[in-house]
């Protein structure tokens, strides 16, 4: 048990669908984080909110749409997602977003599949 | 492009085989040092990190990681193999020149270990 939790834990959807990931940390953390981990290319960062404010978007399209309502829970909004969206999203809390030296804690993922 | 560079992506070796997993980044300054570690089905799992002082870092489950500043390495090792050490491990640097808790991945190497 990680402490982060995320569901579900797969999903297919269409690309004419809206579908949300949700993801949510019992640590008592401040910093949540949305990644994506596509087939043969590295993790790559697409939000980061620190008490419930986006401080990062990491050029992400607008079909990608994060929601934070409280420091505990982390929504990933999707709609008109394009095939080349298929992944595995990962969910992660730290303590705080500063320091950075804080360890980043990682949830199970959602795998995303696009038809 | 600032980068996480991991040399290998698959390798294999028998138990109790020395292990060495190379690990290179391209960020000038400053920077935090991380491995991580996801065994079959599980999530993403922190092995050992690297913020300040002695650059011989000791993990979990017997790993270590040595910090070589003039060669932009962190290099991921174990003397002595398990079976049970068959995962992915990704090496992650969050450059301290960027602001907040950010991490980069290299893509990972994939270990299998042969019983």
């Known amino acids: 048990e990680t402490g982060v939790t995320q569901t579900p834990r797969h999903l297919v959807m269409g690309m004419t669908n809206k579908k949300s990931l949700k993801c949510e940390q019992h640590l008592g953390h401040n910093a949540m984080y949305w990644y994506k981990q596509s087939a043969k290319k590295p993790l790559e960062l697409m939000f980061v909110?620190?008490?419930?404010?986006?401080?990062e978007n990491n050029s992400v399209p607008s079909r990608f749409s994060p929601e934070c309502p409280n420091s505990s829970h982390l929504f990933l909004h999707l709609h008109t997602l394009q095939p080349e969206d298929s992944a595995l999203y990962l969910c992660?809390?730290?303590?705080?977003?500063?320091?950075?030296?804080?360890?980043?804690?990682f949830g199970p993922g959602t795998r995303l599949t696009v038809l | 492009a600032q980068s996480v560079s991991q040399h290998n992506h698959h390798v294999i070796l028998s138990e109790a085989a020395s292990l060495e997993l190379g690990c290179n980044y391209s960020y000038g300054g400053t920077v935090n040092l991380f491995w991580y570690v996801q065994y079959p089905g599980q999530h993403l799992q922190l092995l050992l990190k690297y913020f300040s002082g002695d650059p011989l870092v000791k993990g979990i489950k017997g790993f270590e990681a040595e910090f070589i500043k003039s060669k932009f390495s962190f290099n991921l090792r174990k003397p002595s193999v398990q079976w049970s050490d068959t995962a992915e491990y990704f090496c992650a640097v969050n450059p301290c020149m960027e602001y907040g808790n950010k991490l980069v991945f290299g893509a990972g190497t994939i270990l299998r270990v042969k019983s």
């Open positions: 992660a809390s730290s303590q705080e977003y500063l320091p950075i030296t804080d360890t980043q804690y």
């Open positions: 909110y620190s008490l419930e404010e986006r401080v």
